[in-house]
């Protein structure tokens, strides 16, 4: 679930991600559907219609895509493609009028909806598991839950059966207050591009660093994907689930390390991120971070494994720039 732009309201993922999806292509979706949205992400519409070949009856082509101006759209291309005829499907949200229909001279849309270019990207996404699996072909493959009131109150608005079923069962630890323990360890410098010497500075996080192969023993101890036989996809969706759970639930980031992953699996390639020392606000997190030693629970580690650590610059980058505010 995420929040709507209400101060207490939550959305809840399982009415607008369905649950024939692959546990990867879910985890995807959520990924989409949390990201801040970007000033240079446009309104539009999203529109289908099916390419016809003389040579290709039998076969039904369908494109979907975003624009600003669905006419206009479909024009371009029966001009870039002179051999193909180009009928439109659907369109996006639509008017609404009774009147309106997919012909070129009826057609009606109704008003844009904003960040087309995440909509396009969430719909493809979703397409691209039905195309790969083929769970369309199974009977009742459509069926949702009914949506219900989405907000409640109790509990500043959370509840736990909206959360999907892997992660209700990552058996998270009630919140407790571990400051005192974290306020233990080391505070670097806070982080400049150099020092007044000129020397260059680190910019580093701090948190638990992480192996591939930490993903299966996470997998075992949390009984996840018990039937899945394929290491590497285990491991994927497994990641996928730690770094969403550790996100909503201990206000912390999975971020990738500067060490380049020899190939076995056992050298750490990730960390899960508490803080850096980016700012000084950053930096104050050792003393009020309430999450610590469950956290160190959560992933069946000892408080002791956490340490400063070099991320990945690129992958720091892209956090702070999504407006993920932890490092």
């Excluded at 390390?257 to 899960?272: I, M, R, Y």
């Amino acid at each position: 679930m995420t929040r709507t732009s209400g101060p207490s309201q939550y959305v809840r993922f399982k009415y607008w991600i369905p649950p024939y999806l692959l546990q990867k292509t879910q985890a995807s979706l959520r990924v989409l559907m949390e990201k801040k949205g970007a000033s240079s992400d446009s309104d539009g519409y999203i529109y289908t219609f099916e390419i016809r070949e003389p040579r290709e009856k039998n076969i039904i082509k369908l494109k979907i895509g975003r624009t600003a101006n669905v006419a206009k759209r479909l024009s371009e291309w029966d001009r870039q493609c002179h051999s193909q005829e180009h009928v439109l499907r659907g369109c996006y949200p639509d008017s609404g009028e009774e009147e309106a229909g997919l012909m070129r001279g009826s057609l009606k849309p109704g008003a844009t909806v904003p960040w087309c270019h995440r909509l396009e990207k969430l719909v493809h996404t979703e397409l691209d598991d039905l195309a790969s699996t083929g769970a369309y072909l199974n009977h009742g493959w459509g069926a949702m839950p009914a949506p219900a009131d989405d907000l409640d109150r109790s509990n500043d608005g959370l509840r736990e059966d909206w959360l999907d079923p892997m992660s209700a069962s990552l058996e998270v630890p009630p919140p407790h207050n571990s400051c005192a323990i974290m306020a233990q360890f080391p505070v670097p410098q806070l982080y400049k591009s150099r020092t007044p010497r000129g020397n260059a500075m680190n910019y580093i996080v701090f948190g638990f660093p992480l192996c591939r192969n930490y993903l299966l023993d996470f997998a075992d101890s949390h009984n996840l994907l018990v039937n899945e036989q394929n290491p590497n996809r285990r491991r994927f969706n497994v990641y996928m689930h730690l770094a969403w759970t550790i996100r909503k639930r201990f206000d912390a980031e999975c971020v990738h390390l500067s060490e380049n992953d020899d190939g076995s699996g056992d050298n750490a390639s990730f960390c899960v991120a508490i803080t850096s020392n980016r700012t000084q606000r950053h930096l104050n997190r050792m003393q009020t971070y309430p999450h610590f030693e469950k956290l160190a629970e959560f992933l069946r580690l000892s408080p002791e494994a956490a340490e400063w650590m070099l991320p990945d610059r690129a992958d720091a980058k892209d956090l702070i720039r999504n407006g993920y505010k932890v490092i």
